[in-house]
């Protein structure tokens, strides 16, 4: 891989990225991201016919898997081959206000959105570290990580936890040349966003305190995955990095 300075051209010839919840969504405009950028990528989701989709569109490797089973994420991540980038994005939503949060929608979320980042990248860092190749993880956390939503609290939980689980793993990892960061989105429109946001009763003020005046788009999202994957990324590590467009010092 290479950037060149004057035009920071991301070229991710000969790597092989692997991309959770690439069916639909962020997940779905990162791979094919990543794919414009000529990685090797394996998509992996639940529902195969998003996955066949996305083969067609851009001719990647797929996995259908379940990965809130912690067997068939560690299986999944076996079968992935030799990855240099990951992007561990899949990630669930049950909105329950706080009485009315079930022990099994707290353990589905925390299962999905957080245990399967470390049984993946377990594996994945394990197979980086054996072939001694400068990996690159992102995890895909959210603004929920630092901002208290009402109905979100196994999911704020799930992606705070997960802004602490990509720094313990950068600390850890670094010594191997393996960086870890994660992004912190907005709201992005995307099926999930629009269940908890499309009510302009809650999304209104929630865009009134962003700047931009806007959300995010997957893309605002993807762009900044692939440059954290990348070699003009270098030295950054252990971040969480606000696509916020201003939102939390508003
Ligand atoms: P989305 O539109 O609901 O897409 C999620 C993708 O992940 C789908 O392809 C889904 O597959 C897959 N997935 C979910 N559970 C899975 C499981 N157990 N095993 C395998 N794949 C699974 O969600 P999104 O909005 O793109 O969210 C992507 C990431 O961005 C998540 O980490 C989310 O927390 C984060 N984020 C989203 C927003 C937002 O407003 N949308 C804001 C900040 C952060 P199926 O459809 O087949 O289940």
């Not at 070229?11 to 069916?23: C, E």
């Not at 794919?35 to 067609?56: I, M, Y």
Request: aromatic share 4%.
């Amino acid at each position: 891989m290479k950037v060149e300075a004057s035009t920071l051209q991301i070229d991710f010839k000969n790597r092989r990225a692997l991309v959770t919840g690439a069916g639909k969504g962020i997940g779905r405009d990162i791979a094919m991201m990543l794919h414009r950028f000529n990685a090797q990528v394996v998509g992996v989701s639940r529902t195969e016919a998003d996955l066949k989709s996305l083969q067609e569109q851009i001719g990647c490797e797929t996995i259908v898997a379940d990965i809130g089973d912690a067997d068939e994420a560690k299986r999944m991540a076996e079968q992935a081959g030799e990855v240099d980038l990951l992007v561990n994005n899949a990630a669930i939503t049950i909105l329950q206000s706080f009485f009315e949060t079930t022990v099994q929608a707290w353990d589905t979320q925390l299962n999905v959105n957080l245990r399967s980042v470390l049984v993946i990248s377990q594996v994945i860092a394990a197979q980086m570290v054996q072939r001694k190749v400068p990996g690159s993880i992102v995890n895909v956390s959210s603004m929920a990580a630092f901002q208290a939503l009402p109905d979100h609290a196994a999911y704020c939980a799930s992606k705070a936890g997960l802004d602490q689980l990509t720094a313990v793993m950068a600390v850890e990892l670094g010594q191997y040349g393996i960086r870890v960061n994660c992004v912190n989105p907005t709201v992005v429109l995307t099926e999930m966003g629009k269940r908890a946001w499309s009510n302009p009763a809650k999304g209104d003020p929630m865009l009134k305190r962003i700047p931009l005046r806007r959300f995010a788009e997957c893309e605002d999202v993807a762009s900044v995955v692939c440059y954290l994957l990348s070699d003009g990324a270098a030295m950054l590590n252990a971040l969480s990095l606000r696509i916020d467009g201003g939102f939390l010092v508003s």
